[in-house]
Structure formats: C-alpha cells, structure tokens
Nanobody
Framework: QVQLVESGGGLVQAGGSLRLSCAASGRTFSNYAMAWFRQAPGKERELVANINWSGSSTYYAGSVKGRFTISRDNAKNTVYLQMNSLKTEDTAVYYC?????????WGQGTQVTVSS
C-alpha cells in the first residue's frame, strides 16, 4: 500500500492557476491507477480526474474538462493536477487517491481556495 502526500494547494484568484502534486512512497507506484477527488464544504467527495498506470488513459469530470490536466511521472512516484481558469466553485479540499484491485490509499488533502 502506498502512502500519499499532497502539496500545492493555496489561495488563488478566479481565472488563476495552481498545480497540485501528490508524492507516493513505495516501489509499486507505477502499478496504481491514480485519481484526484475534491470535497467542498457541505458536499460529498467527488471524482475530479483519474489516470491509468501508464498515463495513456485519463478521465475528467465534466465540470473541469478543458481546464484541468492530470498527469503522472512514474520515475518520480508523483501525480499532478494542473488547474487552469480556476473558478470559485473549484474551492474544496483536494485529495489524491491510489487504487490497484481492491487496495486503495488516500492522501490527507490539500486546500484550494479560489476567490472572486
């Protein structure tokens, strides 16, 4: 099971950009499908984007498609979320998630706040 640590969150104005990083421990990172979820106050946690083990396949929620890009560097055991054209409704805690078969891990989350 991998351990995940997110970074890169912060406060940004609407229209701005942030890049989140998720560093994973362990030698089997490349075997995991990775994803970013987010949870806004009073709302359920939702999937933002995911990426397969090789990076050849990605998925985006409709609300972020065209603005966010998920990528991974298996040599660095890191997955990224590039967020452009941020909106106030993107404000949430963003969580990194790793999954292989029935094994999954979550990071502690990083706060993203978009001001108007």
């Amino acid at each position: 099971q991998v351990q995940l640590v997110e970074s890169g969150g912060g406060l940004v104005q609407a229209g701005g950009s942030l890049r989140l990083s998720c560093a994973a421990s362990g030698r089997t990172f490349s075997n995991y499908a990775m994803a970013w979820f987010r949870q806004a106050p009073g709302k359920e946690r939702e999937l933002v984007a995911n990426i397969n083990w090789s990076g050849s396949s990605t998925y985006y929620a409709g609300s972020v498609k065209g603005r966010f890009t998920i990528s991974r560097d298996n040599a660095k055991n890191t997955v990224y979320l590039q967020m452009n054209s941020l909106k106030t409704e993107d404000t949430a805690v963003y969580y990194c998630h790793a999954r292989i078969a029935t094994i999954e891990s979550w990071g502690q989350g990083t706060q993203v706040t978009v001001s108007s």
